[in-house]
């Protein structure tokens, strides 16, 4: 009985916290402000344990990620308008609303594919650049992606898209659930999920191989471009779930809050978190958040205090929170419950 | 494992085959006229003073460079167009000059990543973590703890290589390249870094790699004695061009040879 609740642990822990803050959620105990800090702290989860399969196992220096984001985030903004409500442009939804419910989580996944085809921009010269001049492609591809979507007319340009609330009332009249609450939680759940998976396998160790010598890795057979390619487009297509579920908490996308400051804002993530470590990266996002949240009567000057926290925690610890351990290093005891690697 | 590779039936066919060979940097000719004829259980050298194009030939054997003319052919394969890991597919392995190990891999994790090119799952299947992915996982981590037993490494298992002493990462590099199962193994100066107690034990553990898997080995080394000891055959060259070749005793009184590292009286 005993062995059997220490191998199910982690799976019951996280449907029991699912299901609470899904039930609090749905009595409103939890309050407007705080549901959206906790649904912005998993979006962070996803974006930065996805960059940090790029920066952290593979070592190459992505910051370009908000754009991989953007990319999610029309994409599925702009299916789920189409396909579920009533649009001024778009006409009338080309499918019956109540189908939103169904089809949510497909049209978060659509958008992550979507990114993940934009993840080849990166990808793809990544064959035959590394270090500084991939981190100035990935910047790139940030800016190419922007300017893209800001010179196109019909979904808004740069004064943005809207619309997605609509889905999300479909949804609700369908069955009266926090829907976005529940989807960000699953979508969290399943990004740790599938990069848990991929770098514990020999196949995704190969992606370290090449972090820690490309021309061994080469030379011990590993394929190091399909890796590469693989690696690049997984990362960014997660960075896109973490986009569309954006857009819709929000219920507004527009280019801007996908530039280049926002990728930074991932890439500090990642580093305070300590490179190549998943449980780092997730701390290291539900602190920031939290971070971002306390500090917001500074108003402007927490983007002074915020990075000479970062600078203070290069200085005294420059591996980040957990270096690149994960908990179950730091706390062995976590073993019986769940093994990292 | 070891019985697996005994009973492959021996080829007469040489293992490698570089003929004509002639690789140039520009207006640098690094590689000259390279003809090279290695059989299925040959122990050949290659020797040449600094510069003289010794692991040039190795990065163009094992695919990193494209040869300007010539051809290599690896079990009757040629390697033209191919990239090093599926050079490495058809049967060569090496080990670098300056130890290449992963090192904030585990010593285990090390041998299981060189499999890379032989898994039998992708992506999708590491993820869904099909009946297929844990027969996959299960067959290499018991191959690769048989072979670091078999090599007397398996208390390091969980050890990080640089953790290791230095004799130990070389050997375990060695280890490495022979989990491919090649069929041809390019020692890049093992004896590097040594010191004589470990390359006498180096010396053992190359002839008995020879003598016990079925593997032709072509090595680079710079210590005469490991040479003399263990190759039949010697290459000597010297910017490029073969200068000499033939067993460890002709090669050392060749003429040539002498100048080339000696230089020459005539100045």
């Known amino acids: ?341 | 494992m070891i019985m697996q590779m005994q009973n492959t039936t021996k080829e007469s066919a040489p293992v490698l085959e570089i003929s004509d060979m002639t690789q140039r940097f520009g207006g640098l000719t690094a590689i000259a006229d390279f003809n090279v004829s290695l059989g299925p259980d040959a122990m050949a050298g290659l020797i040449g003073p600094n510069g003289a194009g010794k692991t040039t030939a190795f990065n163009l054997v094992s695919g990193f460079y494209q040869p300007t003319e010539g051809e290599i052919r690896i079990c009757g394969k040629p390697t033209a167009g191919l990239k090093p890991h599926k050079v490495t597919a058809l049967g060569v392995a090496r080990t670098f000059q300056n130890i290449r190990l992963w090192n904030q891999m585990t010593v285990l994790d090390n041998i299981r990543v060189a499999q890379h090119g032989k898994l039998d799952y992708g992506f999708f299947k590491s993820i869904l973590r099909t009946s297929d992915y844990f027969e996959c996982e299960e067959r290499i981590e018991k191959e690769a703890r048989e072979l670091l037993k078999i090599f007397e490494l398996d208390k390091y298992v969980d050890e990080y290589p640089t953790n290791l002493p230095y004799g130990l990462q070389r050997k375990l590099e060695i280890v490495r390249a022979l989990s491919e199962k090649p069929k041809l193994l390019l020692l890049d100066e093992p004896a590097a870094g040594l010191n004589s107690a470990d390359i006498q034990e180096l010396i053992r553990l190359i002839r008995w790699i020879h003598d016990t898997f079925d593997v032709s080995i072509w090595l680079i080394e710079h210590h005469m004695d490991v040479m003399m000891e263990l190759c039949d055959d010697i290459k000597v060259i010297d910017f490029g061009q073969t200068i000499a070749e033939g067993t460890a005793d002709h090669v050392r009184n060749h003429p040539a040879v002498i100048s080339a590292y000696l230089g020459d009286d005539n100045l």
């Not at chain 1, 394929?223 to 693989?230: C, E, Y």
């Open chain 1, 1 to 341: 009985m005993l062995a059997l609740f220490r191998r199910y642990s982690v799976q019951l822990f996280l449907v029991t916290l699912g299901g609470v803050i899904t039930y609090l959620a749905y009595q409103e105990a939890i309050g407007l402000y705080y549901l959206s800090v906790l649904m912005f702290m998993g979006v962070n989860i996803i974006l930065s344990t996805s960059l940090n399969l790029v920066n952290g196992n593979m070592g190459e220096f992505s910051c370009g990620h908000a754009g991989f984001m953007c990319v999610g985030a029309y994409v599925s903004s702009v299916l789920g308008v189409l396909l579920f409500s009533k649009d001024k442009i778009f006409g009338a939804p080309l499918l019956d609303p109540s189908l939103a419910i169904y089809f949510f989580p497909l049209i978060i996944i659509i958008g992550g594919i979507a990114a993940a085809v934009a993840g080849l921009l990166v990808a793809l010269p990544s064959f035959k650049t590394r270090g500084d001049y991939l981190a100035i492609i990935t910047i790139a591809a940030n800016y190419i992606i922007i300017s893209f979507i800001e010179n196109l007319g019909v979904i808004g340009g740069s004064r943005g898209f809207m619309g997605m609330k609509k889905v999300l009332n479909a949804m609700r009249d369908s069955v009266d659930l926090p829907w976005m609450v529940i989807w960000v939680f699953i979508f969290t759940i399943f990004t740790i999920w599938i990069l848990r998976r991929y770098n514990s396998s020999t196949f995704g160790k190969g992606v370290s191989a090449i972090c820690q010598d490309e021309v061994a890795a080469e030379i011990m057979s590993v394929n190091t471009n399909k890796m590469k390619a693989i690696t690049f487009m997984l990362s960014s297509g997660l960075a896109g779930v973490a986009g569309g579920l954006f857009a819709y908490i929000i219920g507004y996308v527009n280019p801007g809050s996908f530039n280049i400051l926002k990728s930074t804002e991932v890439l500090v993530m990642v580093y305070l978190g300590g490179m190549a470590s998943l449980s780092g990266a997730v701390i290291s996002a539900i602190f920031f958040t939290i971070l971002l949240e306390i500090l917001r009567p500074l108003q402007i000057f927490k983007w002074v205090i915020i990075p000479l926290i970062l600078i203070i925690v290069m200085q005294f610890r420059p591996e980040g929170i957990m270096g690149n351990r994960e908990l179950s290093d730091v706390f062995p005891w976590m073993k019986r419950f769940y093994k990292f690697k």
